[in-house]
């Protein structure tokens, strides 16, 4: 067990300082990671143009409220914007922690232990990442609010009604962004097709550098969460939700970039310890990360997975 990696993936700790070598990966990531944290402040507080919207259907001929509701829903989608973009460079930082993570010049477990800082930086994009979708996933007014305003954008085009053009999200990028909503889980999505594309592009690095990198932090977690001595250390609750976060984030990861996948019996990622850590907390605190389980991997559903894994994953 990685001491060291245990530490600095327990939040409060004073471990993660990067070490000269990994200071400039470390600043690059620290910038999105800083902005990580406004951006999910913004997303607890969307509160979306419901009602507008509402009366903008009820009342098409009323200029003033076909106006009010433009008014409400120009700023949201500006805000969706600020999302899809923070997104593309929070792929770039996790390309980047991935080359240093995984090169061949020492294993994953000496480069976790040796690099703590950029372990706990992979952990906190990872932990962004479900916390993101998990809040998405539970504000439908997104959807509805981008789905009205492309709506209204091509009827205002339709109409030759011009639209103020720092308040317009193009066509081409409205196409990407909808893309992205379209997602139960875009920013995961966006991980793991950057992680796929990592382990693509960088053909001359063994694919195992990254699986193993992925497996031994689900392992740390793992043991941080079903350990007492390793628990009783952690700094609050806030770091149990921090783990479990970062274990199903690195098992998904894993399923997409492992040939055979996570749940296959030979994968190296226990994956009955693993769910039986999720089961063993408060069943409302985990339910989210369960379905992501469920519903966001890529092999959980093939015939090399056990009865017992599909059994143990089963909505009660």
Known sequence: MPNALTDALNTGTLHAQPTEAERAVWEQVNEVLMEALAILDDLQSYNGAGEEIRQAIQNPSEDQVQERAWAAVVPLVGKLKKFYEFSLRLEGSLHGLLKALTSARCSPTQHLEQEQALARQFAEILHFTLRFDELKMTNPAIQNDFS????????????????????????????RMSLFYANATPMLKTLSDATTKFVSDNTDLPIENTTDCLCTMASVCKVMLET?????????????????????????????????????????????????????????????????????????????????????????
């Open 148 to 175: 009205y305003y492309r709506r209204t954008l091509n009827r205002m085009r339709i109409n030759n009604v011009a639209a103020e053009e720092e308040n317009e999200v193009n066509n081409e990028l409205a196409n």
């Open 228 to 316: 007492p001595e390793y628990r009783s250390r952690f700094a609050s609750e806030d770091t149990v939700s921090f783990c479990l976060r970062v274990m199903v984030g690195v098992i998904i990861l894993y399923d997409y970039v492992h040939p055979a996948g996570a749940f296959v019996k030979s994968s190296k990622i226990e994956m009955k310890g693993c769910i039986k850590v999720l089961k063993d907390q408060p069943q409302s605190s985990v339910e989210g990360l369960l379905n992501a389980l469920r519903y966001t991997t890529k092999h959980l559903n093939d015939e090399t997975t056990s009865k017992q894994i599909k059994n143990m994953l089963q909505v009660n």
